[in-house]
């Protein structure tokens, strides 16, 4: 009985060694054969692979010459780039009126104003045929609706004409009209601006669903209605796509509203049908108000003026004529500066105490007192409601009442005539006092009363609304881009011309194309002076000392000055370069009878294989006169330019700054180098070299890049065709040494009696080997180059 135990012991200590040792075993060996396995896999396919890739790959390889040294280059794999897209205009543009034979011969006229026959598409759809007239070859073709018996129309207070017009735009597309991008709706008294119309079109993606227009002046209009409706008096633009999804449903979609009132309310209801919300645009008028418009058009949205309706409901938008001499008055200013037509400026004759407003190409008020912009703004009430019993709470906009007292209404001066001076390249627009009350103003203030006239001067902008559009395509295989920040700062158009002196060894020539280019700035360093900070430059640059990049200061003179910098047209502009740079330089100045031989010389570092625009500023501001100063400039050790007399450039006035560029590449020292020194013509006891500033700015390679002759993407894209078979053999020759090694130590191992316990590890680093390698493979350095 007592040897029972011992049995029952020896057994489970056999047990305990099988669970010990037999199963741990078991696992090694069967993954070390799976990795024999595989790794003898990998040897024989990656073989098969590098040969097949050293022949695939001999179609890919070419040679560049960059700078005369032969490279292998392998060419980055993309498609061709797409052509750019021709910008949107009248051309792409397709109208349908609205239009009634009753009405036709005195409508008409609003249409001939802005129609364009010669440059415009478009149709005037009738309900019944009307007489050809004299004027037809001013107007767009006229067709005749079809009939919309079939379509039930049960709105008691409405037409059912609304079903006939609603149908314009899928009849116009219909017709099959090539080149179209969008299809714009009106009626026939409608006045359009068509350059500001296509300013807005132009800012959308024709290819995609647009629904483009404007609600009512009318807030009751608008909850009767929708706000999110397209009024169609005002007019309203459909792109292309979204005309052709509207017109296989229409139909069906007009038969499940039969009791709506208007045809903007069914063409409304299809687009909630097609998910497309409305794009509202401030410039397209409904106008659905009664009375003057002075209100209205004196402080016009910022937005370009798109249309006018209602022109037979409202007054004529000038007094003392009809409405079409009224609109051809209009004229007159759209066709100098459409862009800024009925534009708002508010302006203050603080001596005076007087607001004046002024809508460009309409009208000037003049109030006594000073108001805010804020106040000017809200349009003031000179008309009523659509709904005549609704107060000023009835407008879908803020309106500030139009005062009666003879002190606080404004003088109002209306457009007479607006000319283009060629020679100054200004606008001069004459308006002229409309009325003069005959009770006087017991203020003491001036009385506005006896200016009879008012001249406004202004240079025209046809670039006043256009948007800069910065646009990230992925590469052909890749699906990921990103962005940290944009920054758009206003510059002006000189900022970088079209040309520059390209010098290259002995040869200085014409550079074309420089403002096609891209461009990082490297250095950007006042000479002689303190740093300029963003605050003291319009375009928000920062402007480093010169002394860590001279070669050596010994014979250069500091100066500053004191006094007023006179910027000229066509030299450097503030926006080139602010005041704290001209007024300050390094020169050399002759002291006595002899002429310095030495040069000033800056040099800065940058990167070889790229081209670099070198900008160099000059303002004499230390010549005691005129006609003295004269050296030579030196860009990379080369002469750039003999003999340089600022006097001459500057139409010989002291202290006014302009500035040299030059392309030049960059060798093999990376360095690019400028001096300034006396030429042959230098004079003694005067200055005999000068420089202001110097701007070193990257341009981009022949690839289009600014990091590199390759974009990383394209040799990714080309590595797996060789050094990927390499790489996987040497992967799959390390797993099997790994799997030999595994083995010996195993064999080894088992010569060693084995305890099924092991000690408890007691240096234990607080980093796992795991969280380490992550915190190393989230360091990158990024590369943030300053914005031009």
Same mark, same amino acid.
């Given at each position: 009985?007592?040897?029972?135990?011992?049995?029952?012991?020896?057994?489970?200590?056999?047990?305990?060694?099988?669970?010990?040792?037999?199963?741990?075993?078991?696992?090694?060996?069967?993954?070390?054969?799976?990795?024999?396995?595989? $790794?003898?896999?990998?040897i024989?396919?990656?073989?098969?692979?590098?040969?097949?890739s050293?022949?695939?790959?001999q179609?890919?390889?070419?040679?560049?010459?960059?700078?005369?040294?032969?490279?292998?280059?392998?060419?980055?794999?993309?498609?061709?780039?797409?052509?750019?897209?021709?910008?949107?205009?009248?051309?792409?543009?397709?109208?349908?009126?609205?239009?009634?034979?009753r009405?036709?011969?005195?409508?008409?006229?609003?249409?001939?104003?802005?129609?364009?026959?010669?440059?415009?598409?478009?149709?005037?759809?009738?309900?019944?045929?009307?007489?050809?007239?004299?004027?037809?070859?001013?107007?767009?073709?006229?067709?005749?609706?079809?009939?919309?018996?079939e379509?039930?129309?049960?709105?008691?207070?409405?037409?059912?004409?609304?079903?006939?017009?609603?149908?314009?735009?899928?009849?116009?597309?219909?017709?099959?009209?090539?080149?179209?991008?969008?299809?714009?709706?009106?009626?026939?008294?409608?006045?359009?601006?068509?350059?500001?119309l296509?300013?807005?079109?132009?800012?959308?993606?024709?290819?995609?669903?647009?629904?483009?227009?404007?609600?009512?002046?009318?807030?009751l209009?608008?909850?009767?209605f929708?706000?999110?409706?397209?009024?169609? &008096?005002?007019?309203?633009?459909?792109?292309?796509?979204?005309?052709?999804a509207?017109?296989?449903?229409?139909?069906?979609?007009?038969? #499940?509203?039969?009791?709506?009132y208007?045809?903007?309310?069914?063409?409304?209801?299809?687009?909630?049908?097609?998910?497309?919300?409305?794009?509202?645009?401030?410039?397209?008028?409904?106008?659905?108000?009664?009375?003057s418009?002075?209100?209205?058009?004196?402080?016009?949205?910022v937005?370009?003026?798109?249309?006018?309706?209602?022109?037979?409901?409202?007054?004529?938008?000038f007094?003392?004529?009809?409405?079409?001499?009224?609109?051809?008055?209009?004229?007159?200013?759209?066709?100098?500066d459409?862009?800024?037509?009925?534009?708002? $400026?508010?302006?203050?004759?603080?001596?005076?105490?007087?607001?004046?407003?002024?809508?460009?190409?309409?009208?000037?008020?003049? !109030?006594r007192?000073?108001?805010?912009?804020?106040?000017?703004?809200?349009?003031? #009430?000179?008309?009523?409601?659509?709904?005549? #019993?609704?107060? !000023?709470?009835?407008?879908?906009?803020?309106? #500030?009442?139009?005062?009666?007292?003879?002190?606080?209404?404004?003088?109002v001066?209306?457009?007479?005539?607006?000319?283009?001076?060629?020679?100054?390249n200004?606008?001069?627009?004459?308006?002229?006092?409309?009325?003069?009350? $005959?009770?006087?103003?017991?203020?003491?203030?001036?009385?506005?009363?006896?200016?009879e006239?008012?001249?406004?001067?202004?240079?025209?902008?046809?670039?006043?609304w256009?948007?800069?559009?910065?646009?990230?395509?992925?590469?052909?295989?890749?699906?990921?881009?990103?962005?940290?920040?944009?920054?758009?700062?206003? +510059?002006?158009q000189?900022?970088?011309?079209?040309?520059?002196?390209?010098?290259?060894?002995?040869?200085?020539?014409?550079?074309? &194309?420089?403002?096609?280019?891209?461009?990082?700035?490297?250095?950007?360093?006042?000479?002689?002076?303190?740093?300029?900070?963003?605050?003291?430059?319009?375009l928000?640059?920062?402007?480093?000392?010169?002394?860590?990049?001279?070669?050596?200061?010994?014979?250069?003179?500091?100066?500053?000055?004191?006094?007023?910098i006179?910027?000229?047209?066509?030299?450097?502009?503030?926006?080139?370069?602010?005041?704290?740079?001209?007024?300050s330089?390094?020169?050399i100045?002759?002291?006595?009878?002899?002429?310095?031989?030495?040069?000033?010389?800056w040099?800065?570092p940058?990167?070889?294989g790229?081209?670099?625009?070198?900008?160099?500023?000059?303002?004499?501001?230390? $010549?005691i006169?005129?006609?003295?100063l004269?050296?030579?400039?030196?860009?990379?050790?080369?002469?750039?330019?003999?003999?340089?007399?600022?006097?001459?450039?500057?139409?010989?006035?002291?202290?006014?700054?302009?500035?040299?560029?030059?392309?030049?590449?960059?060798?093999?020292?990376?360095?690019?180098?400028?001096?300034?020194?006396?030429?042959?013509?230098?004079?003694a006891?005067?200055?005999?070299?000068i420089?202001?500033?110097?701007?070193?700015?990257?341009?981009?390679?022949?690839?289009?890049?600014?990091?590199?002759?390759?974009?990383?993407?394209s040799?990714?894209?080309?590595?797996?065709?060789?050094? +990927?078979?390499?790489l996987?053999?040497?992967?799959?020759?390390?797993?099997?040494?790994?799997?030999?090694?595994?083995?010996?130590h195993?064999?080894?191992?088992?010569?060693?009696?084995?305890v099924?316990?092991?000690?408890?590890?007691?240096?234990?680093?607080?980093?796992?080997p795991?969280?380490?390698?992550?915190?190393?493979?989230s360091?990158?350095?990024v590369?943030?180059?300053?914005?031009?």
């Amino acid at each position: 009985m007592k040897n029972k135990p011992k049995v029952e012991e020896n057994f489970l200590w056999d047990q305990n060694m099988k669970n010990h040792f037999t199963i741990p075993w078991a696992f090694p060996k069967l993954v070390v054969s799976s990795i024999l396995l595989i $790794s003898i896999l990998c040897i024989f396919y990656t073989l098969s692979f590098s040969n097949v890739s050293n022949s695939s790959n001999q179609e890919l390889k070419i040679i560049k010459t960059i700078h005369g040294i032969d490279q292998d280059v392998i060419p980055p794999v993309s498609s061709p780039k797409p052509k750019p897209q021709e910008k949107t205009g009248l051309q792409h543009i397709v109208f349908g009126i609205a239009a009634s034979a009753r009405l036709w011969d005195h409508r008409k006229n609003y249409i001939k104003l802005w129609w364009k026959p010669q440059e415009m598409r478009g149709i005037v759809w009738l309900d019944k045929a009307v007489e050809n007239g004299d004027d037809d070859h001013l107007l767009p073709p006229i067709k005749i609706s079809r009939d919309t018996p079939e379509f039930k129309y049960r709105n008691p207070k409405g037409h059912r004409s609304a079903i006939r017009i609603s149908r314009i735009v899928s009849e116009t597309l219909r017709l099959g009209l090539e080149g179209v991008r969008w299809f714009v709706m009106g009626d026939d008294d409608t006045f359009f601006v068509p350059d500001n119309l296509v300013r807005v079109l132009s800012k959308y993606d024709h290819n995609q669903f647009y629904y483009i227009g404007s609600s009512s002046e009318s807030h009751l209009q608008n909850i009767n209605f929708s706000y999110g409706m397209a009024y169609g &008096g005002g007019g309203f633009a459909i792109s292309y796509p979204l005309a052709k999804a509207l017109e296989k449903m229409q139909d069906r979609c007009i038969q #499940r509203y039969p009791r709506l009132y208007g045809s903007d309310d069914r063409i409304h209801a299809c687009m909630a049908e097609l998910g497309v919300a409305l794009t509202k645009e401030r410039g397209f008028h409904q106008y659905d108000v009664y009375g003057s418009l002075l209100g209205l058009l004196g402080a016009h949205p910022v937005a370009p003026l798109v249309s006018i309706h209602h022109l037979d409901v409202v007054q004529p938008i000038f007094p003392n004529v009809n409405r079409v001499q009224a609109l051809q008055r209009l004229k007159v200013p759209i066709n100098l500066d459409s862009a800024a037509v009925m534009q708002q $400026s508010v302006c203050y004759d603080k001596t005076r105490s007087w607001t004046i407003s002024v809508s460009w190409g309409y009208a000037v008020q003049i !109030y006594r007192g000073i108001f805010s912009v804020r106040e000017m703004e809200m349009p003031a #009430r000179t008309f009523l409601n659509w709904y005549r #019993r609704a107060d !000023y709470t009835g407008f879908s906009f803020n309106t #500030r009442p139009f005062s009666r007292n003879v002190c606080q209404k404004p003088f109002v001066y209306y457009l007479s005539n607006a000319l283009h001076n060629k020679n100054t390249n200004q606008t001069a627009s004459e308006y002229v006092q409309h009325q003069v009350s $005959s009770s006087e103003c017991k203020w003491r203030m001036a009385d506005p009363s006896r200016i009879e006239r008012v001249e406004v001067y202004k240079k025209p902008d046809p670039n006043l609304w256009d948007k800069l559009e910065i646009t990230f395509v992925p590469a052909k295989r890749s699906k990921f881009a990103f962005v940290n920040a944009i920054e758009v700062i206003s +510059a002006p158009q000189d900022l970088i011309l079209e040309t520059a002196q390209s010098v290259n060894g002995d040869k200085v020539k014409p550079f074309e &194309g420089l403002n096609q280019q891209a461009f990082e700035v490297v250095h950007r360093v006042t000479v002689g002076g303190a740093k300029v900070t963003p605050f003291n430059d319009t375009l928000w640059r920062t402007w480093v000392p010169d002394d860590e990049y001279m070669k050596s200061t010994e014979g250069s003179t500091r100066v500053y000055f004191a006094g007023r910098i006179k910027y000229q047209a066509g030299g450097a502009s503030r926006e080139v370069g602010p005041d704290n740079v001209y007024n300050s330089a390094r020169l050399i100045q002759s002291k006595n009878a002899s002429i310095p031989n030495m040069n000033l010389t800056w040099e800065f570092p940058v990167i070889e294989g790229y081209k670099y625009l070198v900008r160099m500023h000059f303002c004499d501001i230390a $010549s005691i006169s005129l006609g003295l100063l004269f050296f030579n400039v030196h860009v990379n050790g080369h002469l750039a330019y003999k003999d340089f007399d600022p006097s001459a450039v500057t139409n010989y006035l002291l202290a006014s700054p302009i500035y040299a560029d030059f392309v030049v590449d960059a060798d093999h020292s990376g360095v690019v180098s400028v001096s300034v020194g006396p030429s042959s013509n230098s004079m003694a006891y005067a200055v005999d070299a000068i420089l202001n500033g110097v701007e070193i700015m990257k341009m981009n390679n022949s690839v289009g890049s600014l990091d590199g002759e390759l974009p990383a993407e394209s040799v990714l894209k080309c590595w797996p065709r060789r050094s +990927a078979g390499i790489l996987l053999s040497l992967i799959a020759l390390v797993c099997l040494l790994l799997s030999l090694s595994a083995i010996i130590h195993r064999r080894n191992t088992n010569k060693v009696d084995s305890v099924p316990w092991s000690k408890l590890p007691v240096d234990v680093p607080e980093i796992s080997p795991k969280q380490g390698k992550q915190q190393l493979s989230s360091i990158k350095i990024v590369k943030d180059p300053l914005a031009l």
